[in-house]
């Protein structure tokens, strides 16, 4: 079974910034494609931020744009987002998202999430 494991969530003031981490389980982690979900109680979840499996195209949702930032290591199987000028609304439970098509599946793996609270 895959696992994937967050890292790096906390408190930070309105401006500041945080990096989270994925480490991803097992051997197959570069034919992942990854994203980083957030949700908010009492609403969906919603993507953050994608990453093609080799790190050369990444997307991310317009109200993210320009502040955070989706990498990958393929080498330590762990995938970032580095989140900067954060926000009170960037508030929420932040979740790594892995996928890999396998035909004739596509299997879809999800970690347990890490709270990201920006405050003063």
């Known amino acids: 079974q895959v696992q994937l494991v967050e890292s790096g969530g906390g408190l930070v003031q309105p401006g500041g910034s945080l990096r989270l981490s994925c480490l991803v389980s097992g051997s197959l982690f570069s034919l992942y494609y990854m994203g980083w979900y957030r949700q908010v109680p009492g609403k969906q979840r919603e993507l953050v931020a994608s990453?093609?499996?080799?790190?050369?195209?990444?997307n991310y949702a317009e109200f993210v744009k320009g502040r955070f930032t989706i990498s990958r290591d393929n080498a330590k199987n762990t995938v970032y987002l580095q989140m900067n000028s954060l926000k009170p609304e960037d508030t929420a439970d932040y979740y790594c998202?892995?996928?890999?098509?396998?035909?004739?599946?596509?299997?879809?793996?999800w970690g347990q999430g890490t709270q990201v609270t920006v405050s003063s």
């Open positions: 998202n892995g996928g890999v098509m396998i035909l004739p599946r596509n299997y879809t793996y």
């Open positions: 990453i093609s499996r080799g790190g050369t195209t990444t």
